[in-house]
């Protein structure tokens, strides 16, 4: 046990433990919250507790407990132990494995069984609206920062692009949003579980594509192979673009997001503001060479 750590276990611990859980070491957090490792009966488990900045970032915790709830019954996730009713804190299970590597046998082939997973849960009631999400990050960044004109002529060119994504979507599925190399846990049984659900809504299931695509640095072919398996069918030119389509616009949530973190800094380091900058000034880039059929 963690005696440092011990003050980090909720007072109401006896809703989901019949013994005080004990703390056996701190997980790596983030910005949105801190992880803890903890025990009960022998009985590995996850304490998160959620961090201040949440409103900032747009994050819906009641919607994340309906995601995990919904997942839970697809094997997608840490299956939920309990959710603080004031959103404070959540409790899973805890599952051992590695990062997803898309360099293993196998490994497009399992993630696309994953997303399948996934977008076939139960649906739940958040549904992820792009535009709004933009508004909400750009309230708390700062207008005085050197890149902000950059933003608001992204949003200018990007208004369009999110109506046309829009208009190639086949309905909204449960989506995870934030599948990132630490948010994929292999199992040792081969099965691959998604964690961290606290970006889930209900969306187009392109747009989980399009981060697993981005995070991972997913090459064509790769990005080929994927799409194959994840759709069972030849891929046509028309899945391509709608994918390339949901990379643009999450590539400037992306950037929303880091800078909506550099605006809520004491301090801001200049080197993160140039690489929000620059991220901009290549979307603009890439934007200015997208055409729409």
């Not at 910005?31 to 994050?59: C, D, G, K, Y």
């Not at 990005?223 to 389509?245: A, C, F, K, M, S």
Request: glycine share 6%; net charge negative.
């Amino acid at each position: 046990m963690s005696q440092g750590l011990s003050h980090v276990i909720p007072d109401d611990w006896h809703h989901w433990s019949k013994a005080r859980p004990t703390v056996l070491q701190a997980l790596a957090g983030g910005l949105t919250n801190r992880a803890f490792l903890i025990e009960s009966a022998h009985q590995p488990m996850v304490l998160r507790i959620n961090s201040s900045i949440s409103n900032q970032l747009n994050l819906d915790r009641a919607a994340e407990r309906q995601a995990l709830q919904a997942a839970t019954t697809s094997c997608s996730c840490a299956p939920l132990i309990y959710c603080d009713p004031a959103h404070h804190y959540l409790v899973t299970r805890f599952i051992q494995g590695t990062p997803w590597d898309k360099n293993v046998a196998q490994s497009l082939e399992t993630v696309a069984d994953l997303l399948y997973r996934i977008h076939n849960s139960p649906a739940i009631e958040a549904p992820l609206d792009i535009v709004g999400k933009i508004a909400s990050y750009r309230k708390f960044i700062d207008k005085r920062a050197g890149f902000y004109s950059l933003l608001d002529e992204l949003q200018e060119r990007l208004l369009p692009v999110i109506d046309t994504a829009y208009q190639l979507g086949d309905g909204d599925y449960l989506c995870h949003n934030d599948l990132t190399s630490g948010n994929l846990i292999w199992a040792p049984s081969g099965r691959l579980y998604a964690i961290d659900w606290e970006y889930a809504a209900m969306g187009d299931k392109f747009y989980d594509l399009a981060v697993l695509v981005e995070e991972h640095g997913l090459d064509q072919g790769e990005q080929n192979t994927l799409l194959g398996y994840y759709l069972g069918r030849t891929v046509t030119p028309e899945d391509n673009q709608r994918l390339h389509i949901w990379r643009l616009i999450y590539s400037h949530l992306y950037i929303l997001w880091y800078a909506v973190q550099w605006s809520n800094q004491e301090t801001r380091p200049q080197e993160q503001g140039n690489h929000i900058a620059k991220k901009a000034q290549q979307l603009l880039g890439n934007l200015s060479r997208l055409k729409l059929k």
